[in-house]
C-alpha cells in the first residue's frame, strides 16, 4: 500500500533553536496534510498543500511542498515549549476516497 | 459544535470481555473514522465511512473487530472478544468530505488485561 516516510523520528531542541520535519513519498501526491498531537491529546489538523511548490505560513510554522509533489517539510522557526508534541504528515490513498494515511510522527522535545 | 466526541475516554477490561466505543461526528460531516494507535503501529486506519455506508474495512485487524454507524450522528466500535493486544487508543475522526482536513475526538484508552 502507499506509504509516507517521515523523518526524523526525533528530535530534542533547545528553546529558541530551529526545527524541520520531513516527509517523502515514492509517488507523485495529490495533497499533503500535517498534524500536531499533543503528549495524551489527539491529532490537531495544521493545514493542507495541494499545489506543486506550495509554501504556506502559520506564525512561526512554514509548510512546502515539493516541486514534484512527492515530499513536503514543516520547519519551525525559534521553538517554544508549546510546540512540544508529534507532528504527522498525512497522505491520501491510492484511490483517493478518503483513506488518509498517517507517517509516523516526529517526535519534537524542547527543552527550555 | 462540542466536535468529535467519544466515550468512554477510558476502559480497562478483562481478556475476553465485549469492549464497545463510541462516537459522534460533527454534524455535516459525511465521513467517519476510526484509527488506532500505538507505538509500534503508529495511526492505523480501522475502517472508514461515507453517509454512513462502510466504505473500506481492510484496517480491521480481525473478524473480533465490528464497527457500525446507524446514523449520521452515531458510530460504535465493538471488540468480541477482547485480547491484550488490543490495548491502545482509538480515535474516532470525521470530515466533511475526503481530501480535507479530520477533527479527531479526543480518544478512548483501551487496556485490555
Known amino acids: 500500500g502507499q506509504q509516507v516516510m517521515q523523518i526524523p523520528q526525533y528530535q530534542h531542541v533547545q528553546e529558541g533553536e530551529d526545527f524541520t520535519t520531513y516527509c517523502n513519498s515514492s509517488t507523485t501526491l495529490s495533497n499533503i496534510q500535517w498534524y500536531k498531537q499533543r503528549p495524551g491529546g489527539h491529532p490537531v489538523f495544521l493545514i493542507q498543500?495541494?499545489?506543486?511548490?506550495e509554501v504556506k505560513k502559520q506564525k512561526r510554522l512554514t509548510f512546502q511542498f515539493g516541486e514534484a509533489k512527492k515530499n513536503s517539510s514543516l520547519h519551525i522557526t525559534a521553538t517554544q515549549t508549546t510546540d512540544v508534541g508529534t507532528y504527522f504528515c498525512?497522505?491520501?490513498?491510492?484511490?483517493?476516497?478518503?483513506?488518509?494515511?498517517f507517517g509516523q510522527g516526529t517526535t519534537l522535545q524542547v527543552k527550555p | 459544535d462540542a466536535g468529535v466526541i467519544q466515550s468512554p475516554r477510558h476502559e480497562v477490561t478483562e481478556m475476553g470481555q465485549e469492549v464497545t466505543l463510541r462516537c459522534k461526528p460533527i454534524?455535516?460531516?459525511?465521513?467517519l473514522f476510526w484509527y488506532r494507535q500505538t507505538m509500534m503501529r503508529g495511526l492505523e486506519l480501522l475502517i472508514y465511512f461515507n453517509n454512513n455506508v462502510p466504505i473500506d474495512d481492510s484496517g480491521m485487524p480481525e473478524d473480533r473487530f465490528s464497527a457500525k454507524m446507524p446514523n449520521a450522528s452515531f458510530s460504535t466500535l465493538k471488540i468480541q472478544p477482547s485480547e491484550p493486544r488490543d490495548s491502545a487508543v482509538y480515535f474516532c475522526?470525521?470530515?466533511?468530505?475526503?481530501?480535507?482536513?479530520?477533527?479527531f475526538g479526543s480518544g478512548t484508552r483501551l487496556t485490555v488485561v
Open positions: 475522526a470525521s470530515s466533511w468530505d475526503y481530501g480535507y482536513g479530520y477533527t
Open positions: 454534524s455535516g460531516h459525511d465521513y
Open positions: 498525512a497522505i491520501l490513498g491510492s484511490s483517493n476516497t478518503g483513506k488518509l494515511i
Open positions: 498543500l495541494v499545489k506543486s511548490g
